[in-house]
């Protein structure tokens, strides 16, 4: 599977599991999508349980209140993440809220899953990285998932939790990863990131698409004679503060590799786990590699604002000579 088969099978399966779990949003239903990820699947459960909702995001995340207050497991779909904004006032007001204001009663078992990040040659509002923000809400889970494993791993662990959940999908890679992902249901716990390559001088932290970046950043390091470790954080919220403390630990230093704005984003919270965990480990300052603090450039620009495996092994050699 690729990570558009992936998804389209956790939602396939969780439909015909459990009748309260229904899928609407910005042209899911009929067409299956904007990037067909839902491709299908009307067909299959009924119109009146995937259906295509008006271009209202701030309606889309505010009836899925109402519906999960009433039972049901709603999981909406806004068609790119820069398109979320319209929802801020609903998601942070009511969706991450409701379950501690009504003291427990009402559960908001909501997924609101959106496609992020740049990579595809697109327009404003189609390439932003928000992680960060949505991250910064108490009330809400955020996850990024790198591959097809995790990607149906982490919807099914998703769709069952009694928490909302914000289900960012990095585009730029739906269709760039095959792998082997069993039919049957499995789930990736939500909260806990995963050592995808073990090494001994420095750690690199990354998430999304930034994993392939990582991983081509390790294999050019081994040819300087430096052995990375890398961690797929996987989820942003809840993060896994002791996965990272471990591994620098052993080797001593981190990169954080993102492709949001620097400032204030998902880097420096795990700059500051560095220094809280682990800083009489550290033999060098933390670093970032991150985006730019701008708008994401239009296509022609955006190649200078994306992270690559050269820039990652110059933050590399860097540090480990530090």
């Known amino acids: 599977m690729n990570m558009v088969n992936a998804i389209n099978n956790a939602l396939d399966i969780k439909m015909a599991e459990d009748k309260s779990v229904i899928v ?9 999508g904007v990037f067909r990820v839902t491709e299908g699947l009307q067909k299959k459960h009924g119109v009146e349980r995937i259906f295509d909702s008006p271009l209202a995001e701030s309606g889309l995340a505010g009836t899925a209140v109402g519906m999960a207050a009433a039972g049901l497991r709603p999981i909406i779909e806004m068609q790119f993440s820069g398109f979320s904004y319209p929802a801020f006032n609903q998601i942070i007001s ?33 390439s932003e990285s928000a992680e960060a923000i949505w991250g910064h809400i108490p009330g809400l889970k955020v996850v990024i998932p790198s591959n097809p494993h995790d990607a149906k791993g982490l919807l099914i662990s998703s769709i069952e939790s009694e928490d909302p959940v914000i289900y960012m999908e990095p585009k730029r890679i739906y269709r760039a990863i095959k792998q082997e992902v069993e039919e049957s249901k499995f789930a990736v716990p939500i909260g806990k990131a995963k050592v995808i390559h073990k090494g001994e001088d420095i750690t690199l932290v990354a998430y999304g698409a930034m994993i392939r970046e990582a ?33 620098i630990k052993k080797t001593g230093r981190i990169i954080t590799v993102t492709e949001a704005p620097k400032a204030f984003g998902v880097s420096a919270e795990i700059s500051a786990i560095a220094n809280e965990e682990a800083f009489l480990f550290l033999e060098a300052p933390p670093k970032r590699v991150a985006g730019f603090d701008t708008i994401v450039p239009l296509p022609k620009g955006e190649h200078h604002y994306l992270q690559t495996a050269e820039k990652i092994l110059y933050e590399i050699i860097r540090t480990v000579k530090y």
């Not at 609407?24 to 299956?32: A, P, R």
């Not at 050019?220 to 809840?238: H, M």
């Open 24 to 32: 609407y949003g910005e042209d899911v239903g009929v067409e299956g």
């Open 94 to 126: 009511h969706v991450s809220r409701m379950h501690n204001r009504s003291r427990g009663k009402y559960k908001q078992a909501i997924v609101i899953r959106m496609p992020y990040g740049g990579g595809i040659n697109a327009l404003e509002h189609h």
């Open 215 to 247: 991983q081509k950043a390790a294999a050019l390091a081994k040819k300087e004679g430096i052995s990375v470790e890398i961690i797929d954080l996987r989820t942003i919220y809840p993060i896994d503060r002791e996965t990272i403390a471990e591994s």
